[in-house]
């Protein structure tokens, strides 16, 4: 399974509640470290979760999805939840 990168700007009427849903129902795992960054785990590729998010977002909003291979690190300002996270699913 695969990890992924998930970062999106709203730009008109944001519905942050319905992207998150979204994000949480294709992920088979999945941390929300800042507002609009998610770190998921996939069993498809980038395309397919883009593919699977478009419906939430607007036409003038911006969607990018980076599947993360190797090396990562963070500050320790992050809460316990997320590190912990971020800790098991991509050092790991």
Do not use: F
Request: one cysteine or more.
């Amino acid at each position: 399974m695969s990890k992924y990168l998930i970062s999106y700007d709203l730009i008109g009427q944001k519905d942050y509640v319905g992207i998150s849903k979204a994000i949480m129902r294709i992920a088979d795992g999945c941390v929300c470290p800042l507002k609009s960054v998610w770190v998921i785990t996939h069993k498809g590729n980038a395309t397919d979760i883009i593919n699977a998010l478009k419906p939430y977002i607007d036409s003038d909003d911006r969607l990018l999805v980076v599947e993360l291979t190797g090396d990562a690190d963070w500050t320790s300002t992050l809460d316990e939840d997320n590190k912990k996270w971020l800790s098991d699913y991509l050092l790991n």
